[in-house]
């Protein structure tokens, strides 16, 4: 079987080489955690796909990186314009496989995959400048090269638009990619491929080699002929990439995982932080930039939490296709049982449970309950590592240097968020939070010209506008004599 049906979409379940379905000897199973209904059996990768895939896409590199600027972009657009043509579907594909809200595919994430090829595009062609400069009347002429072949590995939690916010860069960049998608969510990189044909993208450009991480993803890192290696996902796979890449000294840029503050500042406005608390279990919890730590003042923690309750009552668990869904279930049983297992421990260990806890036993499967844990033990696991469920703690804190010293006390530095009525006051924490991004009185606000990236352990590297381009292309300087 070389194609499923999917909500009614044909997907196919082989790699996607050098413009060529390709099959594999063995497979592995895709089932939606919906309901543990299986999706298809899809080609297992390895060394061997590996390599076939980056040939392919250092064959198309002259043809590709070739192309004028404007051929580039214009390809990019017509992506762009495919992408969203077939929202529907990708949606509808997107939420069977990693179980995310269809609302939200229809109306932001796939939208957002279409930006990113957009964004890149415009970039190319309009921004990407850098005005010349002199020394000793040298002119020195800044340029952004193409480097060769980007290997892209990505994460489940937002598949497409995660893997475009790579893919479109590097493309633009007139790089061409070999992309291995995560093993729990691998169908819309192959719609995706399909896109591509269709728009005209020459062929070996982009390529998807499906497969299991430690197959196919290690197999991929440790090829010699990756000129940049950008990974999204966990801390653990990225030492273990950097220790692959080591040996061939492919730059890497690495966009990790978060266990960020979410500040309530005495002067905050509650109705408002209250909102914007719940809104951090967006993505049943699966967010890498969640605001999973509450910290709230000591004076308005009774105010706050009467409407953080009133507003997590009235949040609806259940199938993400149906429009009156806020939070679905968890991606796989293997992370369904890592979240609870964070719940169960921190409660072990003393910590209340206010709300949730455990799985929701009215829906069963993998529908884990929208989860508080109060009080917990300072420094424990619950508080320092990332559980990336809908699981948020609760703390308190009297004094700035508390909330700054509980805020930057973990490994991560991804995000913060800072809900404070005084401006003043909000500037003076956030210029001490060690974070990539930092939003105050607002969350998920995203703009592509806007640095992205995780200081500490939360990553290597910016990525958005320029700063993509600088990691994607070989920067050029060239001093011309007078
Ligand atoms: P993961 O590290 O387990 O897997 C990510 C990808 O790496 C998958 O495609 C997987 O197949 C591949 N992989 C696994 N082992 C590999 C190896 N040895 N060599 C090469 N590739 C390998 O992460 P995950 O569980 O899929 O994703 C969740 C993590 O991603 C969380 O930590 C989350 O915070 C992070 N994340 C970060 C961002 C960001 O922008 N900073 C965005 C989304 C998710």
């Not at 079987?1 to 909500?7: E, G």
């Not at 390529?207 to 299991?212: F, K, P």
Request: charged letters at 20%.
């Amino acid at each position: 079987m070389t194609s499923v049906d999917v909500a009614g979409t044909a997907v196919d379940t082989r790699h996607y080489i050098g413009g060529q379905r390709v099959a594999s000897v063995s497979t592995f199973t895709n089932t939606s955690p919906i309901d543990g209904s299986f999706l298809g059996e899809i080609a297992r990768g390895g060394a061997v796909e590996v390599d076939l895939a980056v040939e392919a896409a250092r064959n198309a590199f002259p043809v590709w990186s070739g192309m004028p600027p404007a051929e580039r972009a214009a390809i990019l657009n017509r992506i762009a314009d495919l992408v969203e043509e077939s929202v529907d579907s990708l949606a509808a594909v997107e939420t069977m496989d990693n179980g995310a809200l269809l609302r939200s595919h229809l109306r932001g994430v796939m939208p957002r995959v279409a930006l990113n090829f957009r964004f890149f595009a415009d970039w190319l062609v309009n921004h990407l400048d850098h005005p010349d400069f002199e020394t000793r009347g040298h002119v020195n002429h800044v340029s952004w090269d193409p480097s060769g072949v980007a290997g892209i590995i990505t994460p489940w939690n937002a598949p497409l638009m995660l893997a475009t916010w790579r893919i479109a860069p590097a493309l633009a960049a007139g790089d061409t990619v070999v992309l291995k998608p995560a093993e729990w969510t691998p169908l819309t990189a192959s719609l995706l491929a399909d896109i591509t044909k269709r728009a005209g993208l020459p062929d070996g450009a982009f390529n998807v080699v499906q497969g299991i991480g430690r197959e196919a993803g290690a197999a991929l890192v440790a090829h010699p002929g990756l000129s940049r290696i950008s990974f999204t996902g966990s801390v653990p796979t990225a030492k273990s990439i950097a220790r692959a890449a080591a040996d061939n000294l492919t730059p890497c840029s690495f966009e990790l995982g978060g266990k960020s503050p979410f500040i309530v500042l005495a002067d905050a406005d509650l109705e408002l932080a209250a909102e914007l608390a719940i809104e951090q279990y967006d993505n049943a919890g699966q967010v890498c930039l969640s605001g999973t730590r509450i910290l709230v003042h000591e004076s308005i923690e009774a105010e706050f939490t009467e409407a953080f309750r009133r507003k997590a009552a009235a949040m609806r668990q259940g199938d993400p296709r149906d429009p009156a869904t806020d939070i679905g279930p968890q991606v796989h049983e293997a992370h369904f049982a890592r979240v609870k297992g964070f719940v169960d421990r921190a409660r072990a260990e003393g910590a209340t449970i206010a709300m949730g806890g455990g799985p929701n036993t009215e829906l069963g499967g993998l529908y884990f309950s929208p989860t508080l844990v109060y009080d917990p033990t300072p420094g424990s696991e619950i508080v320092t590592q990332e559980v990336f469920g809908p699981v948020l703690t609760m703390q308190t804190f009297s004094t700035d240097d508390e909330v700054l010293a509980l805020a930057n006390g973990t490994e991560f530095g991804l995000a913060a968020v800072v809900v404070s009525g005084d401006r003043q006051h909000a500037e003076a924490i956030t210029s001490r939070l060690v974070a990539g991004t930092i939003w105050v009185n607002c969350f998920f606000v995203r703009d592509l010209r806007a640095p992205f990236g995780g200081s500490k352990k939360s990553g290597v590297g910016r990525e958005g506008g320029t700063w993509s381009f600088d990691f994607y292309a070989d920067v050029k300087n060239t001093v011309v004599a007078p």
